[in-house]
């Protein structure tokens, strides 16, 4: 089949229309890349190809959008692209290459993510786990993150933040209840403090240090 003509589409694809009525939709990355002309004969395996890197070229387009919005774990990204209905075989490919180049790299997301939720959630190291956990990071790679984040495990003065954000206004002198104690310990874990973290934490409040 003859390539009788191509016309574009609007500023990222083209039809490219074939001497038997079947038309082909490319983008202009895919016909340039290939040097596809009027007069060009294409063959079912290059029909084939073409429509393969087309797909390829905007999955990967469709990956770095979602890239530059935010660092994502492999998972993530996985996840999103396939709801797109993009072959997995496809998706594995651009993924892969996008590990070697490293466009994405789940130590890094790992790392950064860690560093945001502590510093603006104040989260503890336990909540972290289980939220990389669920973007499924690789459990080395968690333990490398968190023991460099928090070198000393869950930080107390993380914990006092949230105590004292809880509290608010309200005295101190009100931990003085075990039933108020035991609710406060639970808000701690909830936050992914460990149960040691938050019993010094409340000390601490009580010493009036984290104030």
């Given at each position: ?145 968190i023991s460099e984040i928090f070198p000393e495990g869950n930080d107390i003065k993380e914990a006092v933040y ?50």
């Amino acid at each position: 089949m003859k390539i009788e003509r191509i016309i574009s589409k609007n500023d990222k694809n083209v039809i490219v229309y074939l001497e038997d009525g079947e038309k082909l939709f490319l983008s202009k990355e895919v016909v340039l890349k290939n040097g596809l002309r009027k007069g060009d004969f294409i063959s079912d395996d290059l029909s084939s190809f073409l429509i393969k890197e087309n797909q390829l070229f905007f999955i990967k387009q469709r990956a770095f959008y979602y890239l530059g919005r935010r660092l994502h774990s492999r998972y993530e990204l996985t996840t999103k692209l396939k709801s797109k209905k993009y072959a997995s075989d496809l998706i594995n490919t651009i993924l892969n290459e996008l590990e070697d180049k490293n466009y994405l790299n789940d130590y890094e997301f790992a790392a950064a993510y860690t560093r945001d939720k502590r510093t603006f959630k104040h989260f503890g190291s336990n909540r972290i786990k289980n939220e990389l956990i669920k973007r499924r990071v690789n459990k080395e790679i968690i333990e490398q993150i968190i023991s460099e984040i928090f070198p000393e495990g869950n930080d107390i003065k993380e914990a006092v933040y949230h105590i004292n954000k809880k509290l608010k206004n309200k005295s101190v002198d009100q931990l003085d209840d075990k039933n108020a104690r035991n609710k406060l310990i639970s808000f701690l874990i909830s936050k992914g403090f460990d149960f040691e973290t938050a019993k010094l934490a409340i000390e601490e409040v009580e010493k009036g240090k984290g104030q």
